[in-house]
């Protein structure tokens, strides 16, 4: 075998005069040419490159070695997060149900700060190993904000943790599975910009919905209570709150019925000096006359009761009148009219 051969003359130093000789060498033997002797010329230089290419590659290997065990104990980190959000969550859940809004409002606190740490949420969205489980949660958490905002009368509250929710339905909506939640939190979002007088919001949202949610029960409710509002149906708005597709839905539905009643009222004292109290209940879908009586009390007491009638004469003659300056307003008609047919 010719490189044993080199070996037992012992004629390491002399491979630079056989051609070929040290690289079939060094590729099959060079082990045992490094205990023979220190090579010279080609074969010396051709050792120092492999070796340089050797430690290479043991750097490469051992840098994604610790690579990987850095992203693996990244990972452990983060599913020990995803488990103390979902563990503080559930507490949260229970406190929720038992009505205790203080610590309701203290524990979703702690966990709006811990979701900060997911950067597979909004608005980085990156695709991490737990990506659709923390998106899961987090919006399952903002839904139930939303609910805790209602429960406790706060539509500041409900505007922020809406917006905060809001991306979850359309940004990363073709990753998840449709929430069961999600109509009856965009439903009440529009019923909440409709008791708050905001139409055009209301329309913008409501375009923004896809035509197959028109057909929602929650999503339809608020679009006819629009309706029968600019249409100044009012009974159908009072009667609407009988109907309600979500016991959410009954706070709102609340603040827009005494917005309604408010209407009627201002109307009636308008067209009418008085009312029976039976019509006065009837025509402000009032149930009894003590409720009558009460909301008088506490919205319009300019308004007197006698004799079984609801007398708005007082309320009337209360009220400030502005005089119409009559003369002054035709005679400046009658002066546009001549500089027009001077025009002409």
């Not at 009440?188 to 896809?210: D, G, Y």
């Not at 979500?246 to 539905?253: A, D, N």
Request: charge should be negative.
């Amino acid at each position: 075998m010719t490189p044993q051969w080199w070996i037992d003359r012992g004629a390491v130093n002399c491979l630079d005069e056989v051609p070929g000789a040290f690289e079939y060498a060094l590729d099959d033997m060079d082990v045992m040419w490094v205990h023979v002797g220190v090579l010279n010329g080609k074969a010396a230089e051709k050792m120092k490159e492999r070796e340089k290419k050797k430690k290479q590659s043991t750097n490469i290997k051992l840098s994604k070695i610790d690579k990987s065990e850095r992203s693996f104990h990244f990972e452990q980190i983060m599913d020990h997060k995803l488990t103390e959000v979902s563990q503080l969550f559930d507490r949260f859940k229970a406190a929720l149900v038992r009505n205790d809004f203080d610590t309701c409002s203290r524990l979703l606190s702690q966990l709006k700060i811990l979701l900060i740490e997911f950067k597979s949420l909004p608005p980085l969205f990156a695709e991490t190993p737990n990506a659709i489980q923390e998106l899961s949660l987090a919006r399952d958490i903002y839904e139930h904000a939303v609910v805790l905002s209602v429960k406790m009368e706060d539509q500041d509250a409900f505007e922020r943790d809406f917006f905060q929710l809001k991306p979850y339905y359309t940004d990363a909506g073709d990753r998840l599975s449709q929430s069961p939640q999600e109509y009856p939190i965009l439903g009440l979002n529009l019923l909440r910009l409709l008791v708050q007088n905001r139409i055009a919001e209301f329309h913008t949202e409501l375009e923004l919905l896809p035509a197959c949610a028109l057909e929602n029960p929650c999503i339809k409710h608020a679009v006819e209570l629009e309706q029968s509002f600019m249409e100044g149906a009012y009974n159908r708005v009072l009667t609407a709150r009988q109907t309600v597709p979500h016991e959410t839905y009954i706070y709102f539905m609340d603040l827009l019925a005494r917005t309604v009643r408010d209407e009627i009222a201002g109307c009636s004292e308008k067209a009418y000096d008085s009312l029976t109290v039976k019509d006065a209940c009837q025509m402000l879908l009032l149930s009894s006359d003590q409720l009558l009586l009460e909301y008088i009390k506490e919205e319009h007491p300019e308004w007197e009761i006698k004799n079984g009638l609801v007398v708005f004469q007082k309320a009337k003659e209360s009220a400030p009148c502005k005089e119409i300056p009559s003369l002054q307003l035709i005679n400046q008609t009658l002066s546009y009219a001549r500089e027009l047919e001077r025009i002409v």
